[in-house]
């Protein structure tokens, strides 16, 4: 969804480790149906046209890109349910509704509330917001008391300026964090 809400687009793999290595697919085919699957049918607005997914070979093992394009109905976001609770990814803010959301106004930086929900005195019951843009205080991924809200911008832009910053990813399904320096 990040590569959607750049300017540039990108490139994903799966099946490499955090060296570049092959690790290997144990089914290719379905996991490249279920990848399409979930771009198509989670990732809101439509992203008809904006990836495609192919194999490419590494290591005489067979791993799969995803091409992503920069989407032009910014923002996107996504709506989805992992053991049973409720998630909204979104870039800067999650909203209540799709409307408050599509607001182009309000792409960025969210609205007045802002500052409230990055600190997580401003959440929602029907799902758990996971957002990025504005860094985390430590540079890690951070959850607020409730668990509501979840910030994983933890400043790997910030390397091209040549100060600290690291890539975070949490894993939904079992909370696990992972960092990349």
């Known amino acids: ?16 480790d955090n060296d570049g290595y092959s690790t290997g697919i144990v089914d290719l085919d379905t996991t490249q149906l279920k990848i399409a699957d979930r771009i198509k049918n989670n990732i809101l607005p439509s992203t008809l046209g904006l990836f495609d997914i192919v194999t490419e070979a590494v290591e005489n093992m067979t791993v799969i890109k995803i091409i992503i394009s920069s989407g032009l109905e910014k923002p996107y976001y996504i709506n989805l349910t992992i053991n049973g609770r409720k998630y909204q990814i979104a870039h800067a803010q999650t909203f209540l509704t799709p409307e408050r959301m ?3 106004r309000k792409i960025y930086m969210g609205d007045g509330h802002y500052e409230y929900f990055i600190r997580g005195m401003e959440e929602y019951e029907q799902f758990i917001s996971v957002v990025g843009h504005t860094v985390t205080d430590n540079r890690r991924i951070w959850v607020s008391p409730s668990g509501r809200t979840i910030r994983i911008d933890c400043g790997a832009g910030y390397k091209c300026y040549g100060k600290e910053g690291t890539l975070g990813a949490i894993r939904l399904n079992d909370m696990r964090e992972f960092y990349l320096d």
């Open 1 to 16: 969804m990040a590569f959607l809400n750049n300017q540039e687009g990108g490139i994903l793999y799966i099946g490499l």
């Open 102 to 104: 599509l607001d182009k």
